[in-house]
């Protein structure tokens, strides 16, 4: 199963490093984020980017039924949640690794609050990390997903009614997995973040759910005449002194 293929490589020396550096960004930007509820959709439960969160409830559906585990099970395209119910929603590569990615990036919106925010993490294709994609096999994590470009994500956002609040970059160093370069990811990412360069190999897109405000419809009423049902003070008075 996908979900546990990238598992796997989340827990590896490659893996680690990546999801140390998302985590430092993610956390800086869900620690401004408050409400009641917090749902992370993510290419694998084993993970929790959300920890950290102000928000008292979070969410994590498993993608399996495990024996001895009493977590509830879903299906990222199908959430069991209420319509405009969840204040937050993070989605950790699930556009990456997923068969429909307009389907699941519909039903998040379908269950985010107006007005409530979402942080999207995904690969970007225009970076170190997409031109390696081009040399791998296909068949391995990550170089299996989608890496879906930011300009292509900006136009589903936007017929959704999802604003773009910030956009942030994040997996600077070079997409090897050799163990000298890897422990000096750390300088790297630092120095990517400091002069903010749009080359990392993942984005984090943050954007909120719009909402039109309903403008009241007046009606526009025609003046009525009124009939001359009485004759004019005026004439009344001539009438009387005749």
């Keep these: 199963m996908l979900s546990a293929l990238v598992s796997q490589w989340f827990q590896s020396a490659q893996g680690i490093t990546v999801l140390q550096s998302e985590r430092k960004i993610v956390n800086s930007l869900i620690e401004m984020m408050f409400g009641y509820h917090i749902l992370q959709v993510g290419c694998s439960d084993d993970i929790s980017l959300i920890s950290e969160s102000p928000v008292g409830h979070k969410i994590i559906f498993a993608s399996q039924f495990r024996a001895g585990e009493g977590g509830a099970v879903a299906n990222n395209e199908e959430l069991p949640l209420a319509n405009d119910s969840i204040?937050?929603?993070?989605?950790?590569?699930?556009?990456?690794?997923?068969?429909?990615?307009?389907?699941?990036?519909?039903?998040?919106?379908?269950?985010?609050?107006?007005?409530?925010?979402?942080?999207?993490?995904?690969?970007?294709?225009?970076?170190?990390?997409?031109?390696?994609?081009?040399?791998?096999?296909?068949?391995?994590?990550?170089?299996?997903?989608?890496?879906?470009?930011?300009?292509?994500?900006?136009?589903?956002?936007?017929?959704?009614?999802?604003?773009?609040?910030?956009?942030?970059?994040?997996?600077?160093?070079?997409?090897?997995?050799?163990?000298?370069?890897?422990?000096?990811?750390?300088?790297?990412?630092?120095?990517?973040?400091?002069?903010?360069?749009?080359?990392?190999?993942?984005?984090?897109?943050?954007?909120?759910?719009?909402?039109?405000?309903?403008?009241?419809?007046?009606?526009?009423?025609?003046?009525m005449r009124a009939r001359a049902t009485a004759m004019p003070a005026a004439e009344n008075i001539r009438a009387k002194i005749h």
């Excluded at 990456?96 to 699941?104: A, G, I, K, M, V």
């Excluded at 370069?181 to 903010?196: A, Q, V, Y």
Aim: one cysteine or more; a positive charge; charged letters at 25%.
């Design 87 to 223: 204040d937050v929603i993070l989605i950790h590569h699930a556009l990456d690794f997923t068969e429909n990615s307009h389907r699941l990036l519909r039903e998040v919106t379908r269950v985010l609050r107006p007005g409530g925010q979402l942080i999207i993490v995904g690969f970007n294709p225009w970076s170190y990390w997409g031109l390696w994609k081009f040399f791998k096999r296909k068949i391995n994590i990550p170089w299996c997903g989608r890496f879906i470009s930011k300009r292509r994500l900006s136009d589903w956002l936007q017929l959704l009614d999802l604003q773009i609040e910030s956009t942030s970059y994040g997996l600077h160093f070079l997409p090897f997995k050799f163990s000298k370069l890897l422990k000096s990811s750390d300088k790297i990412e630092k120095f990517g973040n400091r002069i903010k360069s749009p080359l990392g190999g993942a984005y984090f897109i943050s954007c909120v759910k719009h909402v039109l405000p309903l403008t009241p419809i007046i009606p526009r009423w025609k003046p």
